[in-house]
């Protein structure tokens, strides 16, 4: 009886250095000789919603993984049975692996679970690079004004391991720079990031993007900074990725951020590098988005909003020269 054959599939991605479920299938096709399966029939492998027919996927799959085992064994040992072999056989990092396996831990959870044909191993492989951030000030007398941080996300040295968080934002000329770690839960991306004293917190919680990540929607938490009690406070942010991800490794430049931003965002994404052309209804677009204007609400998002900001923006955030008058990155290590 085969157990947990997809947990299994997406544990041999990672030992075979797979970024995607399809580059994985593609080591599978290639390496068995005539294997012939659709792509669509794996993904629906890897999400659980069945397992193979034909005895020579397990052959094919055990001869890839070269470990000393059996194809039955390796179909029929429990979770951590496998994880232990491929640890040992693959010089996998422990802890990684150990972190796969608490996301499994409890019943019916599927952290990678995706629609047919979006089933991807490294989901932070798709994230990584410089985003723009606009959102209202959390402050208690500034709450109005846009202001634009630049949010970095970087991968650690180990493959698969924990997506990093760099983000900065300034208030009246004050660079505030934020640490921390992103996760994916539910198709929602949680960036949980904190001042290096611990002075204060902030929290996103946005819409999982498209792949590639051009763009993230969703709501920008923390506390208002100019009260001799901390108030807290809540802002939607549009996160908009630059044409060119930052190198892995780097940290994003303190200046130059507007506090509140200088001009429109249009605008500012235009000096960023991004091919779009001036638009007053495209920035119209982006405030009400900002501002819940068609919700008549802050605190609560749509799904359409992030719709509509996909079929504006979708085809442009990549395109166009980053530009360093904006947001640039430094070769100085992010600790």
């Not at 405030?287 to 079929?311: C, E, H, P, Y």
């Amino acid at each position: 009886m085969v157990r947990d054959f997809d947990k299994k599939l997406k544990l041999t991605g990672i030992a075979l250095r797979c970024r995607t479920a399809k580059e994985l299938y593609q080591k599978l096709r290639a390496h068995g000789t005539g294997l012939s399966f659709e792509l669509q029939s794996f993904y629906k492998w890897m999400q659980g919603k069945s397992t193979p027919r034909a005895s020579q996927v397990y052959v094919s799959w055990a001869q890839l993984l070269e470990l000393d085992a059996s194809p039955a064994f390796l179909g029929a040992c429990s979770l951590e049975q496998f994880a232990d072999l491929i640890v040992t056989g693959h010089r996998l990092d422990r802890a990684s692996v150990d972190s796969f396996l608490q996301q499994w831990a409890e019943p019916g959870a599927n952290p990678n679970a995706g629609e047919e044909g979006t089933v991807s191993l490294g989901w932070q492989e798709t994230m990584k690079g410089t985003y723009l951030c606009y959102s209202h000030a959390l402050t208690f007398q500034d709450r109005h004004p846009v202001i634009r941080g630049v949010l970095q996300l970087d991968l650690g040295a180990q493959l698969h391991s924990a997506m990093r968080a760099h983000y900065i934002e300034s208030i009246h000329r004050v660079p505030l720079r934020y640490f921390g770690a992103v996760t994916r839960r539910n198709r929602l991306i949680g960036i949980d990031v904190s001042e290096r004293d611990q002075r204060s917190d902030l929290y996103f919680n946005l819409y999982s993007p498209d792949t590639p990540a051009n763009f993230m929607f969703g709501h920008k938490a923390g506390a208002s900074l100019e009260e001799d009690m901390p108030h807290p406070s809540i802002s939607r942010v549009l996160m908009i990725r630059l044409p060119a991800a930052g190198a892995k490794g780097t940290a994003v430049k303190a200046a130059p951020l507007s506090s509140p931003l200088e001009g429109s965002i249009v605008e500012d994404l235009i000096l960023a590098g991004l091919d779009i052309a001036p638009s007053q209804a495209l920035e119209r677009t982006l405030m009400d988005t900002l501002s819940g204007a068609r919700m008549n609400s802050v605190d609560r998002l749509s799904i359409q909003d992030s719709k509509r900001l996909n079929k504006i923006l979708g085809g442009r955030c990549t395109k166009g020269r980053p530009r360093n008058n904006v947001a640039t990155v430094t070769e100085r290590k992010v600790e």
